[in-house]
């Protein structure tokens, strides 16, 4: 087989924001032709690499070297509503020199503007087709981003990259406010994208379409042959021997303290037996005082051959745990939230969420999910027809995460929900959210997107009165994956019902969702047939 030409490639790449923030340190990549998934948790520097890589950001130290043209697609489109479809796609300029050599206007520049994309408007409207831009013609391109949804913008985004026929694409979380179609689209493009492609993201339907995963953890990267489960698979089989391999260093460590301290006791003995042995003159003062010596050095040879065997077997344990990977996970028991079976919770139009029901709220964007869902938490200066109210207390998790006064202290923050727990009470339950010590007398304003998001929702489930109603507006969006997971976790504590409105298909089956409401054209729902993906 043809060894994969490098394309990018990062030496000893170091970078830190001007306050001295570290970022990246010393760090070592490199990314091949071909479609490569980058993971890991928030905040070990995945966006800031690709900035790197695109040239947005310049490496503090060390190097970074790209074979080829660079697109970049960012997490949030400066999107300025009065621009164009053909601007957001970078296109405009082409356009116009087309549209003057149509008109008779020969100037050499226009030229060199076209290039070879003397077919650029149909590609254009072609690629937009294909990734579901609805489009009448060539019109589209004219049409005010301001028009756009977030989904779409961020298809239109997708195709600028496309039609730029870049050497090394770089994708951020591109599935974030895609619906399911929106987002079937984009994983067809993908799995046929040209080129290099980098792509972060915690969609793990994405990320099997990839061809190699690479996992940047506190500051090393690592690189899995394959889709994000045969990385899943390639970690489940390092730990389990990971794991093996502490139990076998911690029983050694056991059976070397256990030699020790025989060690201990049988030269205490021996010099017992010598001192004896000197106050009964059984043998002459000088001979005994020799023995003395000898035992004495001889007892230390000994101590200090078994102190160095019990270290090594220390140090043998502490590297086997260092390959332990000690991901916290959200371990809580809410009782106060369940709702008994059969209890009629909420009703919407002629459906009716009765007892601990979980329901996901599926749609197209812009269908009206997060109307709906901001209806029935009663956020809504005008009560919306057909949308009853919630015969139980209610909590609401929106796409922002604004649950929580940037002000004020995270215990500030969850005693104005739960006023009557102490302090005392309310830390201890922090910690099983994995906010712990000096975090929780932090600003909220402060915390990263993973500890916010943690907050927010101890915030709304350790509130009083404890909901059992818990509505929550796309929760995996900006989430990685160790986030994922952790609220997952937290939503296996949880009694209540649910209705969560999500494109995140893994997530739903995840969460063990019972129905399926639709939501079309900003009306009340209907009941669909509930997917195997999302049936519990």
């Known amino acids: 087989m043809t060894a994969r030409l490098s394309s990018v490639v990062a030496t000893d790449l170091t970078f830190a924001w001007p306050d001295g923030t570290a970022v990246l340190e010393h760090l070592d990549v490199t ?27 310049s490496p503090s130290g060390g190097t970074i070297s790209t074979a080829g043209t660079v697109a970049y697609l960012p997490q949030q489109l400066p999107l300025q509503t009065a621009r164009t479809v053909a601007e957001l796609l970078g296109i405009s300029d082409q356009r116009a020199a087309l549209a003057a050599m149509t008109g008779g206007d020969a100037d050499p520049e226009h030229f060199t503007t076209i290039g070879d994309d003397w077919d650029i408007e149909a590609r254009a409207v072609e690629t937009l087709g294909r990734l579901g831009i609805a489009a009448a013609g060539h019109d589209v391109l004219d049409r005010p981003v301001g028009t756009l949804s977030g989904g779409e913008a961020m298809l239109v985004g997708v195709a600028g990259l496309l039609l730029r026929r870049a050497d090394i694409s770089l994708l951020d979380e591109p599935t974030n406010n895609l619906d399911a179609r929106a987002r079937a689209r984009l994983y067809d493009a993908v799995e046929s994208w040209p080129g290099v492609l980098i792509v972060v993201s915690h969609d793990r339907e994405l990320l099997e379409r990839v061809e190699q995963i690479v996992e940047l953890r506190d500051g090393v990267t690592r690189t899995f042959g394959g889709p994000f489960s045969a990385y899943l698979d390639a970690l489940a089989a390092e730990q389990e021997t990971a794991a093996r391999l502490v139990r076998a260093a911690e029983a050694e460590v056991a059976r070397e303290k256990r030699q020790y301290v025989e060690a201990q006791v049988k030269l205490a003995r021996r ?5 004896k042995a000197q106050r009964e003159k059984r043998v002459p003062p000088i001979v005994a005082g020799n023995l003395k010596r000898q035992a004495q050095v001889s007892a230390g040879k000994y101590r200090n051959l078994q102190a160095d065997r019990l270290e090594s077997a220390r140090s043998t344990l502490t590297e086997a745990e260092r390959d332990v990977r000690d991901d916290d996970r959200i371990r809580v028991d809410l009782p106060a939230t369940e709702v008994p079976a059969g209890r009629t919770v909420l ?18 964007n812009g269908s009206g999910k997060t109307t709906l869902l ?23 998790l929106p796409q922002r995460l604004d649950v929580l006064d940037d002000a004020r202290t995270v215990l500030d923050n969850v005693r104005a929900a739960a006023p009557a727990a102490t302090p005392y009470e309310v830390r201890a339950q922090l910690a099983r959210f994995l906010v712990r010590g000096d975090q929780v007398e932090q600003p909220a304003g402060t915390l990263s997107g993973g500890e916010r998001f943690r907050v927010g929702l101890a915030r709304l489930l350790l509130a009083e009165p404890p909901p059992q109603l818990l509505l929550l507006d796309e929760p995996t969006n900006n989430l990685d994956l160790d986030s994922v997971e952790q609220l997952t976790d937290a939503l296996a504590g949880y009694r209540g019902a649910l209705i969560v409105a999500s494109h995140d298909q893994r997530f739903l089956e995840d969460v063990g969702v019972d129905r399926q409401w639709e939501v079309a054209d900003v009306g009340l729902p209907t009941e669909t047939e509930t997917s195997a993906a999302t049936a519990r």
Do not use: C, W
């Open 374 to 396: 901001e209806a029935i938490a009663g956020r809504r200066s005008h009560p919306q027809p057909g949308v009853g109210r919630p015969a139980v207390p209610v909590a609401y």
């Open 271 to 275: 010099i017992r037996t010598g001192k």
């Open 347 to 364: 009703q919407v139009g002629g459906l009716i969420v009765r007892g601990p029901e979980r329901i996901a709220l599926v749609g197209a």
């Open 31 to 57: 990314f091949a032709t071909g479609r490569t998934g980058l993971v890991g948790r928030n905040g070990d520097g995945k966006t800031t690499l690709l900035r790197l890589v695109a040239g947005e950001l």
